[in-house]
């Protein structure tokens, strides 16, 4: 049953000019927190990373295009999965309607997944999409910027993730009062809890200044929620969020049974 009081119009308004007024604050918040993100240091990446993508083998500074700037949203898709994370294919739906402006703003845009081209290529005709997407599946580059983990980092308490170390899984993974919502999503993948969560979600930015690259930003884990498009959205329903488990699915699998 939702919770919930009345009151007239004029009561509404005036809990309305009072709640403006948060709202400005956190906007206000927000810039300042933006500036934070871009005062931060550059960090020059030389090392070569290679990648597989529709137009053929590509390095990282072959993902800017001609651009100055570069995101990529760092997509749970392992070479495992049968599918990629619901979770990832629900952010991504709201990749192509921002990427034409993005690319229109020098900033270039692409999803990165350890899956090989041919099962990201397949998977992104199912959902319609149209961004671009590479596969690292023979490069260092997701475990360098910390969204994909090994076995023995796994067991061994080897995982810092989101700025943090994570103690090691047990083996195998337990989880009281039978299959938690990481079990049924990793099982919509195809995979087991182990194999799911050795891959990670996050995004990362970087920056193409006089030929050289430079990693600027990355935010993991609920550093990626202002970029869910659904979210905002919800915040600002009557109910909410509104949220018991995993009640999202990819896009083409609602309705069914």
Known sequence: ?????TGTREEWL?????????EKALTRRSDELAGQRQALPWVRIDKPYTFDT???PASLKDLFKGRSQLLIYHFMFGPDYTAGCPSCSSIADGFNGSVVHL???????????????????????????????????????NADFN??????????????????????MPVPPLTKGGAGPVEQI?????????????????????????????????AYARGVDGIWGMYPWLDRAPKGRNETGIWWRRHDEYGRT
């Open 186 to 218: 990793a099982a919509t993948t195809g995979t087991d809890v182990a194999t799911f969560t050795r891959e990670r979600p996050g995004l990362s930015a970087f920056a193409l200044e006089d030929g050289a690259i430079y990693h600027t930003y990355s």
């Open 14 to 22: 005036a809990a309305r000019l009072a709640l403006l007024e948060e």
């Open 54 to 56: 529709a137009n053929g």
């Open 103 to 141: 690319e229109n703003h020098d900033v270039a845009f692409s999803a990165v997944s350890r899956a090989p081209l041919a099962k990201l290529l397949a998977y992104r005709e199912r959902m319609g999409w149209s961004f671009d997407w590479a596969s690292s599946f023979d490069s260092d580059f």
């Open 147 to 168: 969204v994909w983990f090994s076995p023995e980092q796994q067991r061994n308490g080897g995982i810092e993730y989101n700025y943090r170390r994570e103690p090691a």
């Open 1 to 5: 049953m939702t919770h919930f009081t």
